[in-house]
């Protein structure tokens, strides 16, 4: 596991992919919906394919610095060996996806030339 530095809850809204595969697929998807129904949070689509900047499938969570404090460490205690990548929503996506963002877990190598051409699909 790669060391990271901690979360930081100073802005005002962010984004948490969870990383999964095949293997993984089954428990991810539990994972997103209980925190849907934990949190007053947004559950996007579980993607079994690659979008945008990240390198496998991934389900984005939607969420405000009102449940980061309370969502970041339930996610970081419950996603049992997955990756995940928090990051804020500026409107700068090169900066949320490097300056504002955070890994629970091993981190993974984004592809941020998606942001120079075109925006992504959440």
């Known amino acids: 596991m790669t060391e990271n530095k901690r979360p930081v809850n100073s802005h005002r809204a962010y984004h948490a992919h969870v990383y999964f595969d095949a293997q993984t697929l089954e428990f991810a998807s ?63 996506e090169i900066e949320d996806h490097t300056l504002y963002a955070w890994w629970l877990g091993d981190s993974l190598k984004l592809d941020l030339s998606v942001f120079d051409s075109s925006s992504i699909e959440d």
Do not use: M, Y
Not at 34 to 60: D, M
Not at 66 to 80: G, K, S, Y
């Open 30 to 92: 539990r994972l997103v919906h209980e925190a849907g129904e934990r949190f007053p949070v947004k559950i996007g689509r579980v993607h079994e394919k690659l979008v945008g900047p990240h390198p496998k499938w991934s389900c984005q969570i939607k969420f405000t610095s009102h449940d980061f404090d309370q969502l970041v460490p339930w996610l970081d205690e419950n996603r049992n060996g997955l990756s995940v990548l928090v990051h804020a929503l500026t409107g700068d």
